[in-house]
């Protein structure tokens, strides 16, 4: 039999906000294991005790932008729509069905005004994360580290093109070692070279300066920004974020992010990992003077088609020599101001190796194949960093820890995306694509303690 109701809506009814929220509702589990009153205590300086007209709830408005995130609403006006008449969004705000909800513009002085160029975001995170410490769900052990770029709020078509100079000084410590390499093999050491000064000619966005043109080999072009985030590699937790331009490597902030996470948190983790993209003699280093064990996918440089790369050379590092696939040795030539050793074959022996044309033969830059009279291997002065991440790489444990990768800060970057809109930036400029970033990360996080926290009952 059909059923067909009555669809006028003049009925009267007594109900009380409380019932209309399911038990089992995401926003329930937040304010059941989640306090944000340490909020107040972060924001106090920013409001006057005597003068103006009374404020609203700054918690109030925190859990706004964190409905936001939480459920991908792409914009603060469409915010306060949905807050309006969304029943739980009200319950978790405090506001009854007939209570007026704040103005969209009041969330948007908070973040252009009241708090720009402040750090009370990422404060609010820190604690947030703080709290997932105090709950055992950051075990510690290692930190997956990548970035992800988004969408800037600016037109591809509206730039102009700057060209800068850029001061290039010789690293002095990479000089340090050069010399006592030669001093060892009894050559004259190389004096400080004279500063470079290179012209690079950039895109500048003409409506949103602060993002950088992207034009990296699978990635879309355009204007960017870039994401650098950290994630602890048991629950996910997002322990540190970071937003550059999306012309920015991401190795050459990587440690500086490290840090920064290291002196908040008072947390050190065994490994940290990352793809190939980190894979960087100078960042390898940084990681190994910290006591940390690099977890990161190794590059190897195939070289020229048909000539085997020298990672068919077995390297001894006690005799400090090369050994071909034919058992002859690539004996120490010199050591160059860019921190590569070289090492060369004797000809006479290559000239009647049976495997030359595997090793000598290839092809100039016209096309035209060529036969060297033997063979020089560079190797760079810090290479044995490398060679103790490409062993442990190939272990039973260093696998195992890099597969675990994708599944960790590769997932959160996808969730940010997917279910928080941070596929495209909401806000113009550094500091509000940054408080946006931040924001969505502490909607995460708290989702994840939420939950993890009520299954434990």
Request: net charge neutral.
């Amino acid at each position: 039999m059909m059923t067909k109701r009555d669809h006028v809506q003049l009925k009267a009814e007594l109900v009380m906000l409380e019932q209309l929220v399911k038990e089992d509702h995401l926003l329930r589990k937040i304010e059941k294991h989640v306090s944000f009153r340490f909020i107040y205590d972060l924001v106090e300086d920013y409001y006057a005790d005597t003068m103006g007209r009374p404020s609203i709830d700054p918690v109030v408005l925190f859990k706004m932008s964190l409905i936001q995130a939480l459920y991908g609403i792409p914009s603060e006006r469409r915010l306060a729509e949905e807050i309006h008449h969304n029943m739980a969004y009200r319950w978790f705000l405090g506001y009854g069905i007939t209570d007026t909800i704040p103005d969209h513009t009041t969330i948007s002085y908070n973040r252009t005004g009241r708090f720009k160029d402040a750090k009370v975001y990422e404060e609010i995170m820190n604690e947030v994360v703080l709290l997932a410490m105090e709950n055992k769900l950051v075990s510690g052990k290692i930190f997956y580290t990548d970035s992800t770029h988004i969408r800037a709020n600016a037109s591809n078509s509206k730039y102009t093109n700057e060209e800068k100079e850029i001061t290039v000084s010789e690293d002095e410590s990479l000089l340090t070692l050069v010399n006592e390499k030669r001093e060892t093999k009894g050559q004259k050491s190389l004096k400080p070279a004279a500063d470079k000064v290179i012209r690079k000619n950039t895109k500048i966005s003409t409506t949103d300066p602060s993002s950088g043109y992207m034009h990296r080999d699978r990635k879309p072009v355009g204007f960017y920004h870039l994401i650098h985030g950290t994630v602890d590699g048991e629950n996910n937790i997002i322990l540190g974020l970071s937003v550059t331009p999306g012309n920015v490597h991401d190795a050459t902030v990587y440690i500086e992010n490290l840090d920064e996470i290291f002196e908040t948190l008072k947390i050190i983790p065994t490994y940290v990992g990352a793809d190939a993209g980190y894979f960087n003699l100078n960042v390898l280093e940084a990681l190994v003077e910290r006591n940390l064990t690099p977890v990161i996918g190794p590059r190897k440089y195939a070289g020229k088609k048909g000539k085997k790369s020298k990672y068919w050379f077995e390297y001894d590092p006690q005799r400090d020599e090369y050994t071909c696939f034919e058992g002859q040795v690539l004996r120490y030539v010199t050591t160059t101001r860019e921190g590569y050793v070289e090492y060369r074959s004797d000809p006479e022996i290559c000239r009647n190796c049976p495997k030359r044309e595997k090793c000598l033969y290839e092809s100039n830059t016209e096309g035209v194949i060529e036969e060297n009279q033997s063979r020089t291997i560079r190797r760079h002065i810090k290479e044995h960093y490398a060679d103790e991440v490409r062993a442990f790489m190939k272990t039973p444990e260093g696998k195992a820890l890099y597969q675990r990768r994708k599944e960790t800060v590769e997932r959160v970057f996808a969730d940010m995306k997917e279910l928080s809109g941070m596929r495209y930036a909401h806000y113009r400029g550094s500091e509000g694509v940054k408080a946006q970033a931040l924001l969505t990360a502490t909607a995460l996080n708290v989702k994840k303690i939420a939950t993890i926290l009520d299954k434990r009952g």
